[in-house]
């Protein structure tokens, strides 16, 4: 009997101190959820920028739940946006009034965060010879500051988090990373370790995974690498295709280490080597492909360099050289070259239903320079023999340059019957008949050709044509004159002008 009493006064009195607790404290506890709110944010905007904000707050069990956490960083190139942040902490630390985040935090789990970067790609740093991302002085002091006061944090998990690029230049928002989870923890010797994966752009399998370590006692990272496994790219990528190609296939792997960099200037460098293969891809104006693409190339100061490429042009196959400069505002320096384009095979390709005079083997020898949206594209076409309208036609060259307008021909030269052929010309590809525009003139002794088809008694007969292509590609219309002269030039024998179309 004196046992149970016992026992219903310990309950009893347990119950009068709880009652009491939340008597004396309720109001305080009310007002709890604000007081935790803006003592968060008065820390946060101290330590990471005074544009930083928290829009909600709630104390739970073991854990202060935060919403919507903007974290704006001085003078830097990049924010993160929290919708939610759970804060694990001791609740013995709680109750003792100790609310200090190094003695009371445990882990902190962060969902759906969005990391934006912002960049203005027509900015190019002089202070360094290679182009990298460079820290301002007051975003190098809160981002070591981060790195050094908060190692109390022992774990940090992230669940679905997001990579976002903003173009400042033109507003642009690209995606480059989703679903990415993972987390970072911390040991006794001073170092953070972090290891997550994700989603390359819009893909919906887990094709990325990013690991490095921090060194929390200078502030700095050592290292983060960046793996992909069996990307299959398509039209979302935003640096190294644009918009003007349609992606049909190809499988990308490869891994970019990114460090920091303290001298000549502080920043961050990237490097690394990528693999493209089965690749193809298409002109989206025109019947122009590229296919069988496969390409090693290697990642330095956010330049792209070639070591290794080879694909097919409509068919024939092409080397292709060089490198994509500034990965922030992509320019091109490169060169691509088919020592045996089928000519054809190429034309088939190019306009199915033409079924243009054309049949032989050419080289084809272009440079590709400017910036990526708008390159400057030119070239030479040449070949040994080549034959139009069951004509030989020796020893072709056509320079050609294509324009946003489509293909310009300066100069145009060959043998053709035996005599020389120059001329220019260009085909709109912007418009919808593709028309076509062409000045040529032929001079030369045509004799030999005549006389083996028994039109010809004379030594020679000098010909002068000049002529005109001119309408649509698929429906091309000639006009010109021609002067031919037999025998002598000085003393012929016959002479004939007349005109055609």
């Known amino acids: 009997m004196r046992g149970v009493l016992r026992k219903a006064l310990f309950v009893l009195l347990f119950l009068v101190l709880v009652g009491s607790l939340l008597y004396y404290n309720g109001w305080d506890r009310l007002n709890l959820n604000s007081g935790i709110k803006s003592l968060l944010t008065e820390k946060l905007q101290a330590a990471v920028g005074e544009n930083s904000s928290i829009s909600r707050c709630r104390i739970g069990f073991r854990s202060i739940n935060l919403g919507g956490v903007r974290l704006a960083f001085r003078n830097s190139p990049y924010e993160l946006w929290i919708p939610e942040l759970r804060l694990g902490y001791s609740l013995k630390s709680l109750l003792n009034g100790t609310l200090h985040p190094e003695k009371t935090a445990e882990e902190i789990t962060i ?18 010879v290679d182009l990298s991302l460079e820290l301002s002085d007051d975003a190098e002091q809160v981002y070591r500051a981060v790195l050094r006061d908060y190692d109390f944090i022992k774990r940090i998990t ?52 990013m690991y490095g370590q921090l060194d929390l006692a200078r502030g700095g990272i050592d290292y983060v690498k960046v793996d992909l496994h069996d990307y299959e790219i398509n ?14 296939s ?34 989206v104006s025109e019947n122009l492909y590229l296919s069988d693409i496969n390409i ?45 384009i089928d000519v054809k095979r190429f034309l088939d390709a190019l306009q199915p239903d033409s079924n243009l005079p054309f049949e032989g083997t050419a080289a084809l020898d272009v440079s590709v ?5 708008a390159p400057h594209i030119s070239g030479s076409l040449t070949s040994s023999r080549l034959s139009a309208f069951q004509q030989a036609l020796d020893s072709l060259r056509i320079e050609l340059n294509l324009t946003p307008e489509g293909l310009v021909f300066p100069h145009i030269s060959g043998q053709l019957l035996g005599a020389r052929l120059t001329g220019a010309g260009q085909i709109n590809l912007a418009s919808e008949d593709k028309s076509v525009d062409f000045k040529m003139a032929l001079r030369g002794d045509v004799g030999d050709e005549l006389r083996h088809y028994g039109f010809l ?13 001119f309408g649509t590609l698929l429906s091309p219309v000639s006009t010109g004159e021609f002067d031919l002269t037999f025998g002598e030039e000085k003393q012929p024998s016959l002479h004939l002008n007349g005109s055609f179309n």
């Open 111 to 128: 969902f759906r965060p969005r990391l934006t970067l912002r960049y203005d790609p027509a900015k190019r740093l002089a202070s360094d």
């Open 235 to 248: 039209d979302e990528l935003p640096f190294l295709l644009p918009k003007y190609l349609d992606v049909l």
């Open 158 to 209: 992230i669940s679905d988090g997001q990579i976002v690029l903003l173009n400042m230049k033109t507003g642009e928002q690209t995606g480059i990373a989703k679903g990415i989870n993972g987390w970072a923890y911390t040991d006794e010797k001073g170092k953070a370790w972090v290891r997550f994966a994700g989603h390359v752009f819009s893909t919906d399998r887990y094709n990325m995974v």
């Open 296 to 340: 090693e190339a290697e990642i330095r100061d956010w330049n792209i360099a070639i070591k290794h490429a080879s694909q097919k042009i409509n068919g024939s196959p092409a080397e292709l050289t060089g490198e994509i400069q500034n990965l922030l505002e992509p320019r091109f320096d490169m060169h691509l070259a088919s020592h045996q």
């Open 457 to 469: 008694s004379d030594d020679r007969c000098l010909a002068d044509a000049r002529f005109s292509v």
């Open 250 to 283: 190809g499988v990308v792997n490869g891994q970019i280490t990114v460090t920091e960099r303290l001298h000549p200037t502080r920043g961050f460098n990237i490097e690394g080597s990528v693999t493209l293969n089965d690749g193809a891809v298409k002109v």
């Open 369 to 373: 320079t400017g910036p990526m949206q």
